[in-house]
């Protein structure tokens, strides 16, 4: 089994330019290097009415369980402006120890590190217990519609379990290595509407003030203690990111006031437990 180096694979990833929805045949020469190492692959093209299509790939080693899952994406946002690089960023080269490329740091280079491994391991393992699989979408950068959900949705259909699941993102604040995390907290997003009754401030009876509602509605949001915290993560923690009173005048008491909050929940809670507390 030929050891497959991870920058000379890295580097073949980013001059693919997919920038989301794009492919521009990233999926198609992934499979290839993983149908070569021994993998039973599947290319899979979701698409929605709205949306653009998008490609994804599911590749699984062994039928056994155990099945360990390496989670990734191929998709790039944009480079932005172009001469603001010191490079072309979909012709990657190493410059002082760095590869340089759009998706060097998320996350081509942690998809073809995945492969790399995979490929050092079954250079020593032509046996082993479970399955190792990969599951690649190009649809993480952009409105995630037709990416790992449908993936899951696909696999649960087909009663294919995922046991294990590394995801490579990037999350090392300073220097590789420095943070594993174990899962993520998940984020749910509130609006709140309040409709008044618009009046003059001189006349307060009269009318009913959404501002005045809205204020204690959302005193009493944030002071909901969720948990204390569990031993992976923090205590879920609710902020309020907008309030919006659209008014020009200084003596009208407005009709409309809004809100918008995000709740960052760990895994005490998930998005419909946390809709029904509040
Ligand atoms: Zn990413």
């Known amino acids: 089994m ?10 073949e990833l980013i001059r693919f330019p997919t920038i989301t929805p794009l492919d521009a045949g990233v999926m198609k020469f992934l499979e290839k290097k993983l149908k070569k190492l021994g993998f039973k692959t599947k290319l899979l093209e979701f698409k929605e009415k709205n949306f653009k299509p998008v490609k994804n790939l599911y590749a699984r080693l062994g039928t056994k369980g155990p099945n360990f899952c390496y989670a990734g994406h191929l998709d790039v946002v944009p480079p932005g402006n172009i ?13 002082n120890n760095h590869l340089i490329g759009r998706g060097a740091n998320d996350m081509k280079s942690s ?6 491994a995979v490929s050092s391991f079954l250079s020593k393992n032509q046996k082993f217990n ?12 952009g409105d995630a519609i037709n990416g790992t959900k449908k993936v899951v949705e696909y696999l649960k259909k087909r009663k294919e379990k995922i046991n294990f699941c590394l995801v490579g993102e990037p999350t090392n604040p300073n220097k590789l290595g420095e943070m594993i ?39 009493e949001l944030k002071d909901i ?12 923690n609710l902020e309020v990111t ?9 003596n009208v008491i407005p009709a409309i006031a809004e809100a918008t909050f995000n709740i960052r929940f760990n895994n005490n809670h998930s998005s419909t437990s946390l809709k029904k507390k509040t």
Request: proline residues 5%; positive net charge; hydrophobic residues 35%.
């Open 111 to 116: 998809v073809a590190a995945f492969v790399s």
């Open 181 to 219: 995390k174990i899962g993520r907290r998940g984020s749910l997003t509130g609006k709140l509407i309040i409709f008044g009754l618009q009046g003059h401030v001189a006349y307060p009876s009269r009318s009913n003030n959404p501002s005045t509602i809205i204020i204690n509605i959302l005193k």
């Open 225 to 236: 203690k969720f948990d204390k915290g569990t031993k992976d993560f923090q205590p879920t």
């Open 130 to 141: 479970g399955s190792i699989s990969l599951l690649i979408t190009g649809d993480e950068e």
């Open 242 to 250: 907008r309030i919006n009173i659209n008014n020009t005048a200084d």
């Open 2 to 11: 030929q050891k497959i180096n991870e920058l000379q694979l890295a580097k």
């Open 83 to 95: 001469k603001d690089w010191t490079i072309n960023p979909f012709k990657p080269s190493v410059k």
